[in-house]
């Protein structure tokens, strides 16, 4: 029976790269000369630090744009609020979600269901498992899949007949 599973997954190595790169651009840019703004990783937890909100800012937008030239979607950042540190520092700390949560695969399941294709959608831990009768339903899954869920990055992996 061929199936395929919908999964949200980030490359780590490139998150990283990113980062660096971050930094790197950060050091040289003169806005930022004699500042502390830097952005530090820890496994999928970034943490972007900085003078002033202004430059928190900027640095976040700095670090959206080298994640997207690494083709990772920035949709899958989660920004938390601005924390004040020690004088007029500021800090932010930016988590980069993995996986398919469960209200995201019980509403993937729900648009599966509900579109009458001849196809089985069951969750399996942070992804979902969608399996039917022929390889052209399991494809019209995948463009409903596509177009009902934009607002979150998904990828379509371990498509077997």
């Given at each position: 029976?061929?199936?395929f599973?919908?999964?949200?997954?980030?490359?780590?190595?490139?998150?990283?790269?990113?980062?660096?790169?971050?930094?790197?651009?950060?050091?040289?840019?003169?806005?930022?000369?004699?500042?502390?703004?830097?952005?530090?990783?820890?496994?999928?937890?970034?943490?972007?630090?900085?003078?002033?909100?202004?430059?928190?800012?900027?640095?976040?937008?700095?670090?959206?744009?080298?994640l997207?030239?690494?083709?990772?979607?920035?949709?899958?950042?989660?920004?938390?609020?601005?924390?004040?540190?020690?004088?007029?520092?500021?800090?932010?700390?930016?988590t980069?979600?993995?996986?398919?949560?469960?209200?995201?695969?019980?509403?993937?399941v729900?648009?599966?269901?509900?579109?009458?294709?001849?196809?089985?959608?069951?969750?399996?831990?942070?992804?979902?498992?969608?399996?039917?009768?022929?390889?052209?339903?399991?494809?019209?899954?995948?463009?409903?899949?596509?177009?009902?869920?934009?607002?979150?990055?998904?990828?379509?992996?371990?498509?077997?007949?």
């Amino acid at each position: 029976m061929p199936t395929f599973d919908i999964v949200s997954e980030v490359d780590k190595q490139e998150v990283r790269n990113a980062v660096d790169q971050v930094n790197k651009e950060v050091s040289t840019r003169f806005d930022f000369r004699g500042s502390d703004a830097r952005v530090e990783q820890a496994d999928y937890v970034l943490t972007v630090c900085a003078d002033t909100e202004f430059q928190l800012d900027q640095v976040q937008d700095i670090l959206s744009q080298k994640l997207s030239k690494r083709s990772i979607d920035v949709k899958c950042l989660e920004f938390g609020k601005v924390e004040k540190v020690s004088g007029n520092k500021v800090k932010r700390s930016v988590t980069v979600k993995t996986g398919v949560e469960t209200e995201l695969a019980k509403k993937i399941v729900k648009l599966v269901k509900d579109s009458k294709l001849k196809v089985q959608a069951s969750i399996q831990g942070d992804s979902v498992r969608v399996s039917g009768a022929k390889r052209d339903v399991l494809q019209e899954a995948i463009a409903l899949v596509k177009k009902g869920i934009s607002d979150f990055p998904l990828q379509f992996q371990n498509f077997r007949d």
